[in-house]
């Protein structure tokens, strides 16, 4: 069975609105999440790292303030795109590590959540 | 800053000839590697796993090689089907997991 949820699966939302993604580790406590974009024939990009009951940790050229991470419990992370624009349109997936930091570490995905600004 | 390539970027086939695909990284200080298959629009699906400290994984018509020393791995696919035709991605586990920029695979009937 699938081991991380998020949802919704596909938002069309209008520019200069939000839109909140969710993603939930199913069978385990996750204090480490990973969020991703991936724009149209391109690789996955890695744009945090969500840390829970602390910041996230944002990769370099990746606005915090405009991708808001909480990270509120063991089990679930969100991602806001505040004010979103055209240029945001892109697959927002979301990854949990299952084993022993580290070692025996294993990724899980989400199902992704396609995003288009209009 | 690790770094993580593919090769070839696109690859197109007859059925049933055995394929291999190919993933470079730079730093090799490395928990393990995983190996995904992506098919368009869709999410990802875990095809194998491999640990640092171990040499290859194979999964039915799937085997994957790690050398970790020189920054290699490969993903062999035997007996090819058009069932096969997706984008395969490796992606590096140094705490962070790091993604190449992917093979698109495509199996003729």
């Known amino acids: 069975g699938a081991v991380v949820s998020q949802h919704p699966s596909r938002v069309i939302c209008k520019s200069g609105t939000s839109v909140k993604i969710e993603c939930r580790s199913l069978?385990?406590?996750?204090?480490?999440m990973f969020w991703y974009r991936q724009f149209p024939k391109q690789s996955l990009m890695l744009m945090a790292t969500?840390?829970?009951?602390?910041?996230?940790?944002?990769e370099q050229g990746v606005e915090k303030d405009k991708f808001l991470i909480n990270h509120a419990s063991l089990t679930l992370s969100t991602l806001t795109v505040t004010s979103a624009h055209p240029e945001d349109s892109s697959f927002y997936i979301c990854?949990?590590?299952?084993?022993?930091?580290?070692?025996?570490?294993?990724?899980?995905f989400g199902q992704g959540t396609r995003l288009t600004v209009v | 800053k690790q770094e993580v390539t593919q090769i070839p970027a696109a690859l197109s086939v007859p059925e049933g000839e055995n394929l291999v695909l190919n993933c470079s990284f730079t730093?090799?200080?490395?928990?393990?590697l995983q190996w995904f298959r992506q098919d368009p629009g869709k999410g990802l699906t875990s095809l194998l796993l491999?640990?640092?400290?171990?040499r290859e994984q194979t999964s039915g018509r799937l085997n994957a090689s790690l050398d970790k020393s020189s920054g290699r791995s490969t993903l062999y696919i035997a007996a090819s089907q058009p069932g096969d035709s997706a984008t395969y991605l490796c992606?590096?586990?140094?705490?962070?997991?790091?993604f190449g920029s992917g093979t698109r695979l495509l199996v003729r009937p």
């Open positions: 990854s949990v590590f299952r084993g022993q930091e580290g070692l025996n570490t294993e990724a899980f």
């Open positions: 069978d385990f406590q996750a204090t480490t």
């Open positions: 969500s840390n829970e009951g602390s910041k996230a940790t944002y």
């Open positions: 730093d090799s200080a490395i928990y393990n």
């Open positions: 491999i640990q640092s400290s171990q």
């Open positions: 992606a590096v586990n140094s705490y962070k997991l790091i």
